[in-house]
């Protein structure tokens, strides 16, 4: 049950191209039969409805059919990506009470591996009960805490009924990430073709860009900088693209200043969603605006002493390991600053990132945008530490595109800053480093220095 009508879209439009893998495209009718094979197995194997599963994979033919088979079979699908260090693996499995973990390598082979939990959370007995798939998502621990967070998804699904148009698109996002995951539903439900790629360097990226004339890149801003720092966009020819949309963290305005000038006939989206809601329909005010209007069917959204807060339809039910952050009414509270003109919103950055030096607040994005307009600037990070006397002082993480003197970079750095910000906004201490400041998902790692 649950993806039926994907499976008759795949029968309508058996001869196209539903994934390009390894250069190679799968047919929507190879898709169609692969998952009625993977059914089978899933039906040979002992798992069943209700079972909770980890799918251990990257985007590829086998772990989507595989991906819709267990949904098919209302199994609990918790998505996981192969390179999940052992320890955090382990952690999640214990998190999540996983029965049993399907894994495939690089070449496609699954091996299916069962655990000694017992599922005992209400949360994932009402699943069970219902006989409905559900999907646990971790969060990505910014505060220190990956929360599992649990979704029914027969409402994720519904969203993908309605048919809307599809462009050529790349999973950049990973496999176990909702973003990723409501990529790849979209995709399938509009008969689209997904090309997948092996990494996500931007060389890499931009290749499969051009060599399958992808039309929509969706990515993040880290990446995007890199992508324009690197000038890797020089090395393709990128003029199937029609649209770049970017989320996950805050756009810096200088990054978006470039890349309208460097793609001026390319359409930039800012997206928005979360783990806990799922990703909603947004539209920027114009492609050189921060600006942007997101709710659509099913979503709510208001704002709350300069919070944002949203209601929806697709909400999760709930963490299987923190407290309910939904308000009485069913409201769930971002986190996110937000200014708001209108329908549109503007976010200003997470609230728990914001910076109290002496009542003054600090957005470290604004900060950012200023050191990010000086030449030999590679990547900015703005944070915190304790002061004595203003409880907070401004720092700021740089790496440079050339060797240069700390000392004197710091120095120039003031000097830029106190022309641009107000004096409690200007960094007190300039660090140069030469390590990356993003994680392997491509987002902006927001802490003080770190060791090698």
């Known amino acids: ?17 539903a994934i390009i893998w390894q250069d190679t495209p799968y047919t929507y009718g190879w898709l169609a039969e692969r998952v009625q094979d993977w059914i089978t197995f899933i039906d040979q194997s002992g798992v069943g409805a ?31 990506t192969r390179t999940l260090p052992e320890s955090k693996r382990d952690l999640f499995y214990r998190i999540a009470s996983v029965q049993a973990s399907l894994r495939l390598d690089e070449n496609e082979i699954v091996e299916l591996i069962w655990h000694p939990y017992e599922p005992t959370h209400q949360f994932l007995k009402d699943l069970r009960d219902l006989a409905h798939a559900g999907l646990i998502v971790f969060t990505s621990g910014s505060t220190g805490l990956n929360k599992a967070a649990v ?90 693209l029609k649209k770049i949309t970017y ?13 309208q000038s460097i793609f001026p006939k390319v359409d930039l989206q800012q997206t928005y969603g979360l783990s806990e809601l799922g990703v909603m329909r947004s539209k920027s005010r114009s492609s050189d605006s921060l600006w942007v209007k997101i709710g659509g069917e099913g979503f709510e959204t208001r704002i709350v ?5 949203i209601k929806a339809q697709s909400a999760m039910l709930g963490y299987l ?46 900060v950012e945008n200023v050191i990010f307009e000086m ?50 906004q200007v960094p007190v ?12 998902r491509y987002k902006k790692l927001r802490s003080g220095p770190r060791e090698n």
């Open 50 to 80: 209700g079972h909770v599963v980890s799918l251990e994979a990257d985007f590829s033919p086998n772990s989507i059919a595989l991906f819709l088979a267990l949904i098919h079979r209302s199994v609990i699908l918790v998505p996981l």
């Open 305 to 309: 002493d300069g919070l944002l807060e």
């Open 1 to 17: 049950m649950h993806i039926e009508f994907l499976l008759d879209r795949f029968n309508e439009a058996k001869d196209s191209p």
């Open 321 to 366: 390991n923190a407290p309910s952050p939904f308000t009485k009414d069913g409201w769930f509270i971002t986190g996110d600053r937000v200014l708001s003109d209108g329908e549109y919103i503007r976010i200003l950055g997470r609230q728990s990132e914001i910076i109290n030096v002496g009542g003054e607040k600090v957005y470290p994005m604004e």
């Open 429 to 440: 201490d300039i660090t140069i480093t030469n390590n990356k400041q993003y994680s392997d």
């Open 151 to 240: 979704h029914d998804f027969v409402p994720l699904l519904d969203k993908f009924i309605p048919t809307r148009s599809s462009l050529r698109t790349i999973t950049f996002l990973l496999f176990d990430h909702l973003g990723g995951i409501n990529t790849m539903l979209y995709i399938l439900s509009n008969l689209g073709t997904i090309v997948t790629v092996s990494n996500r360097q931007p060389d890499n990226i931009l290749r499969a860009v051009e060599l399958h004339r992808v039309e929509l890149l969706p990515t993040s801003p880290t990446f995007l900088n890199l992508m324009i720092i690197s000038e890797a966009y020089k090395n393709h020819d990128l003029s199937s």
């Open 247 to 259: 989320g996950t963290e805050p756009m810096p305005e200088f990054t978006l200043r470039r890349l």
């Open 375 to 424: 030449e030999n600037v590679l990547d900015v990070t703005v944070f915190s530490r304790d002061h004595a006397f203003t409880g907070k002082v401004v720092c700021a993480l740089v790496n440079l595109k050339e060797p240069e003197d700390e000392k004197r970079f710091a120095l120039k750095v003031k000097k830029h800053c106190f022309h641009k910000l107000k004096p409690f």
